[in-house]
Each structure stands twice: as structure tokens, then as C-alpha cells.
């Protein structure tokens, strides 16, 4: 299923993004692409009000990983996310224990995992962020696997 959105500011982006993370399930493992700055941090922060996480979302392009604790109809959350922008092998995803962060059962986003092809297989959504004009975003969501 592919679903396609078009945003004309960060607030629609994150409002798609709220709409969206209203269809993630335990164990869904997003893979958010686009170029730098296209919004995937934005979007991010929409999942993250929609799980009414408490601590502000920021981009974890220095700290690589963040957990972001919220809850769902009374229920905790805990969101687990990824830029793999920096990182330079397999080996050193596999040194941070990537492999068992996405077994946890835990929602997480992946921004930059398409730098790593090996890892293909294990999203469960994949979304794309793209420049459709100076604010302006076409977001394309596609559910890969159930």
C-alpha cells in the first residue's frame, strides 16, 4: 500500500506524521529517507507528539540513538530513534547492537538505513521525504511488509 501526501510547511509535515503514527503497531521498523533537510527530523517530531513523548525531539545526527518514552491510550511507548548518517560500516552498527534494538519489539525510525542495503529486509514501512519547492514536501508512504 502506498499513500501519498503533499506538505506546504513543517506544521502540515508534522500533522501528516501525527495521522500516520496512529497506524504503527509494537515492533514496526520505519526507514525515513530523503535528502538533508527534507523534514525527516519534523516528521519524526510528529510520531513523537502523537506518542505524547515528553522530551524534546532533536535531530540524534551527533548522539547517533535516542528513546523517546511516551504513551498510548494509557499504555507506555517507547520510540527508538536512528541516523545512521554517520556511520561508516555494518560492523559498527553491529557494535551499538542495531541488530537487537530493531528485535526489541519496540516502534523504531531509521533515518539514513538505506546507506546500509543489508538491513533491507527487516523495515516494515518505508517514508520518503522529497523537495517539492521551498517549503513545500511530497511524502510517500509505503508499508512493506505486514
Same mark, same amino acid.
Given at each position: 500500500?502506498?499513500?501519498? =501526501? @503533499?506538505? $506546504?510547511?513543517?506544521?502540515?509535515?508534522?500533522?501528516? !506524521?501525527?495521522? =500516520? !503514527?496512529?497506524? @504503527?503497531?509494537? &515492533?514496526?521498523? +520505519?526507514?525515513?529517507?530523503?535528502?538533508?533537510?527534507?523534514?525527516?527530523?519534523?516528521? #519524526?517530531?510528529?510520531?513523537?507528539? =502523537?506518542? #505524547?513523548?515528553?522530551?524534546? @525531539?532533536?535531530?540524534?545526527? =551527533?548522539? *547517533?540513538?535516542?528513546?523517546?518514552? &511516551?504513551?498510548?491510550?494509557?499504555?507506555?511507548?517507547? @520510540?527508538?530513534?536512528?541516523?545512521?548518517? $554517520?556511520?561508516?560500516?555494518? $560492523?559498527? +552498527?553491529? !557494535?551499538? &547492537?542495531?541488530?537487537?534494538? +530493531?528485535?526489541?519489539?519496540?516502534?523504531?525510525?531509521?533515518?539514513? &538505513?538505506? $546507506?546500509?542495503?543489508?538491513? !533491507?529486509?527487516?523495515?516494515? %514501512?518505508? %517514508?520518503? +521525504?522529497?523537495?517539492?519547492?521551498?517549503?513545500?514536501?511530497? *511524502?510517500?508512504?509505503?508499508?512493506?511488509?505486514?
Amino acid at each position: 500500500m502506498i499513500e501519498k =501526501f @503533499l506538505s $506546504r510547511s513543517e506544521h502540515e509535515t508534522r500533522e501528516i !506524521a501525527r495521522q =500516520f !503514527a496512529a497506524c @504503527l503497531q509494537e &515492533g514496526d521498523i +520505519l526507514l525515513l529517507t530523503g535528502r538533508l533537510g527534507a523534514g525527516k527530523t519534523v516528521f #519524526m517530531r510528529g510520531i513523537t507528539e =502523537f506518542f #505524547m513523548c515528553s522530551e524534546q @525531539l532533536s535531530s540524534p545526527t =551527533f548522539s *547517533l540513538f535516542n528513546i523517546y518514552e &511516551g504513551e498510548l491510550e494509557g499504555k507506555p511507548v517507547s @520510540l527508538h530513534h536512528f541516523d545512521l548518517y $554517520r556511520i561508516e560500516s555494518p $560492523r559498527e +552498527l553491529e !557494535a551499538i &547492537g542495531f541488530d537487537e534494538y +530493531l528485535d526489541s519489539g519496540y516502534i523504531s525510525v531509521v533515518e539514513w &538505513g538505506e $546507506r546500509f542495503p543489508e538491513y !533491507a529486509s527487516r523495515y516494515t %514501512v518505508q %517514508v520518503s +521525504l522529497e523537495y517539492a519547492g521551498d517549503e513545500s514536501r511530497c *511524502l510517500v508512504i509505503k508499508r512493506l511488509s505486514a
